[in-house]
T-cell receptor, first 116, second 118 residues
């Protein structure tokens, strides 16, 4: 069973640009969550999508957005990049997003974004 | 506001000995707790979990203990192996208590770097 796949693995952008990251969940998983990992803040929840609908959202500015497609694949977008957006962006999938029992989150390897 | 705290940034243990990783939380709404392990250049990997209705869960060499009154949980690894060397994250979720608003959301601690020496 293939795991969670994130692309690209590494990317470098400059301030003011925008970036789109992609996530393919485990087959059959309908919930996709996104997290940001930085040395100072640790792993922080961005948002969760299920059946193409955002069901939950963390405390991030509107520059961070996402979407989910009918095949459960998800993308997140960060516009007007700032230096502080440099981070590892992790995608996780689960069957229904419940975060417990059989629905524990399975993470991808992440996309490492560097903003110069 | 750090709702989940791992106060030890690092832990060093000899192979064969017990590793004990600790985690404290402040939010009484949390009712499900998980431990993830992370190697460099990889995403976190689920290790073991525990529901708030239990005080212990065991899976092979890994045991998680939950003390709800103290809002404290710990992960015991016995015996520790060099391959266990990684960053360990404690995470919490409000499942039953959140009225359906906790979807996909885990609150993580800052992580503890475990080094197991041969």
């Amino acid at each position: 069973k293939a795991g969670v796949t994130q692309t690209p693995r590494y990317l470098i952008k400059t301030r003011g640009q925008q970036v789109t990251l992609s996530c393919s969940p485990i087959s059959g998983h309908r919930s996709v969550s996104w997290y940001q990992q930085t040395p100072g803040q640790g792993l922080q929840f961005l948002f969760e999508y299920f059946s193409e609908t955002q069901r939950n959202k963390g405390n991030f500015p509107g520059r961070f957005s996402g979407r989910q497609f009918s095949n459960s694949r998800s993308e997140m977008n960060v516009s007007t990049l700032e230096l502080g957006d440099s981070a590892l962006y992790l995608c996780a999938s689960s069957a229904s997003g419940g975060s417990s029992g059989a629905n524990v989150l399975t993470f991808g390897a992440g996309s490492r974004l560097t903003v110069l | 506001d750090q709702q989940v705290k791992q106060n030890s940034p690092s832990l060093s243990v000899q192979e064969g000995r017990i590793s004990i990783l600790n985690c404290d939380y402040t939010n009484s709404m949390f009712d499900y707790f998980l431990w993830y392990k992370k190697y460099p250049a990889e995403g976190p990997t689920f290790l073991i979990s525990i529901s708030s209705i239990k005080d212990k869960n065991e899976d092979g060499r890994f045991t998680v203990f939950l003390n709800k009154s103290a809002k404290h949980l710990s992960l015991h690894i016995v015996p520790s192996q060099p391959g266990d060397s990684a960053v360990y994250f404690c995470a919490a979720s409000a499942v039953a208590n959140a009225g359906g608003t906790s979807y996909g959301k885990l609150t993580f601690g800052q992580g503890t770097i475990l080094t197991v020496h041969p």
